[in-house]
Protein backbone atom coordinates (compact mmCIF):
# COMPACT_ATOMS: atom_id res chain seq x y z
CA UNK A 1 0.00 0.00 0.00
CA UNK A 2 1.97 3.37 -1.14
CA UNK A 3 1.84 5.80 1.53
CA UNK A 4 -0.65 8.47 0.63
CA UNK A 5 0.53 12.58 0.19
CA UNK A 6 0.13 14.45 3.31
CA UNK A 7 -0.10 11.40 5.70
CA UNK A 8 2.34 11.34 8.74
CA UNK A 9 3.95 7.99 8.94
CA UNK A 10 3.00 7.17 12.61
CA UNK A 11 -1.00 7.81 11.21
CA UNK A 12 -0.52 4.61 8.80
CA UNK A 13 1.74 2.87 11.20
CA UNK A 14 -1.26 2.89 13.56
CA UNK A 15 -3.51 1.99 11.02
CA UNK A 16 -1.41 -0.87 9.93
CA UNK A 17 -1.10 -1.71 13.57
CA UNK A 18 -4.56 -2.06 14.22
CA UNK A 19 -4.93 0.92 16.77
CA UNK A 20 -6.82 3.04 14.11
CA UNK A 21 -8.83 2.21 11.18
CA UNK A 22 -7.56 4.07 8.29
CA UNK A 23 -10.50 6.21 7.82
CA UNK A 24 -9.77 7.35 11.81
CA UNK A 25 -6.66 7.84 11.15
CA UNK A 26 -7.40 10.65 8.30
CA UNK A 27 -10.24 12.01 10.26
CA UNK A 28 -12.78 10.70 8.12
CA UNK A 29 -16.52 9.77 9.42
CA UNK A 30 -19.24 8.03 7.26
CA UNK A 31 -22.14 10.04 6.87
CA UNK A 32 -22.89 13.54 6.28
CA UNK A 33 -23.96 16.84 8.13
CA UNK A 34 -27.30 16.19 10.32
CA UNK A 35 -30.25 18.17 8.17
CA UNK A 36 -33.00 17.36 10.51
CA UNK A 37 -33.99 19.56 13.64
CA UNK A 38 -37.03 19.65 15.54
CA UNK A 39 -39.27 22.22 13.94
CA UNK A 40 -38.91 20.72 10.85
CA UNK A 41 -39.43 16.97 12.51
CA UNK A 42 -43.02 18.88 13.93
CA UNK A 43 -43.84 20.54 10.61
CA UNK A 44 -43.45 16.53 9.19
CA UNK A 45 -45.80 15.24 11.96
CA UNK A 46 -48.38 17.53 11.25
CA UNK A 47 -48.36 16.90 7.58
CA UNK A 48 -48.04 13.27 7.90
CA UNK A 49 -51.24 13.89 9.64
CA UNK A 50 -52.75 15.15 7.11
CA UNK A 51 -52.05 11.79 4.92
CA UNK A 52 -49.87 13.75 2.59
CA UNK A 53 -47.23 10.99 0.80
CA UNK A 54 -43.44 11.39 1.90
CA UNK A 55 -42.66 12.74 -1.34
CA UNK A 56 -45.47 15.36 -0.87
CA UNK A 57 -43.81 16.15 2.80
CA UNK A 58 -40.10 16.42 1.43
CA UNK A 59 -41.15 18.86 -1.23
CA UNK A 60 -42.41 21.00 1.56
CA UNK A 61 -39.88 21.14 4.17
CA UNK A 62 -37.14 23.23 3.45
CA UNK A 63 -33.29 22.70 5.22
CA UNK A 64 -33.18 25.94 7.42
CA UNK A 65 -28.87 25.40 8.19
CA UNK A 66 -25.81 23.77 6.55
CA UNK A 67 -24.56 23.75 3.16
CA UNK A 68 -27.64 22.49 1.90
CA UNK A 69 -29.85 25.88 3.11
CA UNK A 70 -32.63 26.23 1.20
CA UNK A 71 -32.71 23.06 -0.50
CA UNK A 72 -35.68 20.02 0.17
CA UNK A 73 -34.49 17.19 2.04
CA UNK A 74 -34.95 13.54 0.49
CA UNK A 75 -38.34 11.38 0.93
CA UNK A 76 -35.94 8.88 2.12
CA UNK A 77 -34.37 11.84 4.96
CA UNK A 78 -38.41 12.80 6.01
CA UNK A 79 -39.19 8.46 6.39
CA UNK A 80 -35.80 8.12 8.58
CA UNK A 81 -36.92 11.24 10.68
CA UNK A 82 -40.33 9.73 11.25
CA UNK A 83 -39.22 6.23 12.14
CA UNK A 84 -36.69 7.48 14.18
CA UNK A 85 -39.61 9.48 16.10
CA UNK A 86 -42.04 6.81 16.44
CA UNK A 87 -39.38 4.20 17.99
CA UNK A 88 -38.39 6.72 20.38
CA UNK A 89 -42.09 6.96 21.17
CA UNK A 90 -42.39 3.46 21.44
CA UNK A 91 -39.77 3.07 23.71
CA UNK A 92 -40.95 5.56 25.89
CA UNK A 93 -44.94 4.03 26.13
Known sequence: MPREAGCPARWRHAALAGELSQRAAWGKAIGGAAVT??????????LRGQELSLRDIAARLVIATGKKKGQ????????????DHDEQAAEVA
Request: hydrophobic residues 55%; without cysteine.
Open 37 to 46: DDAMLAVALH
Open 72 to 83: HPSPATVLRMLR
